[in-house]
């Protein structure tokens, strides 16, 4: 079975550093990988996806990620964070089984900017 | 335009009694997926629907958990027999296909007493 591993379980940084969340999967073949986002009290919010092409994918509000296959890995990253990106961090992977498709989450990462 | 909404938002019950939670979609969105998440976890996938029909059922944790979607749109998530491992937030998202990204609801906090 597909398994998704988020290393950083709770990362505090202050504004304006440099973030980088860590994210392996550990399925073989061809995957789709996202990162969403859970600002508190809201919904999951899809941050950036990988389907194919350029293996450096960027999303919204600065965040850009790295897909890179023979490490199985799918960081993401963000040059200078701002205290509006505290949120919770999930990494997860499309895992498909036929013609069905269900997500592998990570257990998540809690960000916490603070000023 | 809306995204998927997730009734209750809340819920408590007592262990042993049956709840109902709803999800209605995005309009026009063929898929539909159930997952739970407990605290301190990322979602984990329940139930995936292709329009009227159950295409992976594979993550229900055991037959006191069913799902239905009769006309292809709204689905609702049975829970028969609840017990206290049973309390958790359960997440409905949906998506036009299902190689497009999935869209979250707010879920409902089911909690078990």
């Known amino acids: 079975a597909q398994s998704v591993s988020q290393h950083n379980h709770h990362v505090i940084l202050s504004e304006a550093a440099s973030l980088e969340l860590g994210c392996n999967y550990s399925?073989?073949?061809?995957?789709?990988l996202f990162w969403y986002v859970q600002y508190p009290g809201q919904h999951l919010q899809l941050l950036l996806k990988?389907?194919?092409?350029?293996?450096l994918v960027k999303g919204i509000k600065g965040f850009e990620a790295e897909f890179i296959k023979s490490k199985f890995s799918f960081n993401l990253r963000k040059p200078s964070v701002q205290w509006s990106d505290t949120a919770e961090y999930f990494c997860?992977?499309?895992?498909?089984?036929?013609?069905?498709?269900?997500?592998?989450f990570g257990t998540g990462t809690r960000l916490q900017v603070t000023l | 335009g809306a995204g998927v909404s997730q009734t209750p938002s809340n819920k408590v019950t007592e262990k042993g009694k049956y709840v109902e939670l709803r999800c209605d979609p995005i309009?026009?969105?063929?898929?539909l997926y159930w997952y739970r998440q407990s605290l301190g976890q990322g979602p984990e996938f329940l139930i995936y629907f292709q329009g009227t029909g159950a295409a992976d059922d594979s993550g229900l944790p055991n037959d006191r958990f069913f799902a239905v979607r009769p006309e292809g749109s709204v689905s609702t998530l049975k829970i028969q027999r609840t017990e206290r491992g049973d309390s958790a937030v359960y997440l409905c998202?949906?998506?036009?296909?299902?190689?497009?990204?999935?869209?979250f609801g707010d879920g409902t906090r089911l909690s078990i007493l």
């Open positions: 399925y073989g073949g061809t995957v789709n």
């Open positions: 998202a949906s998506s036009l296909s299902p190689d497009q990204p999935q869209h």
């Open positions: 990988y389907f194919s092409g350029d293996p």
């Open positions: 309009s026009g969105h063929t898929a």
């Open positions: 997860a992977v499309n895992d498909w089984a036929g013609t069905a498709s269900k997500l592998t």
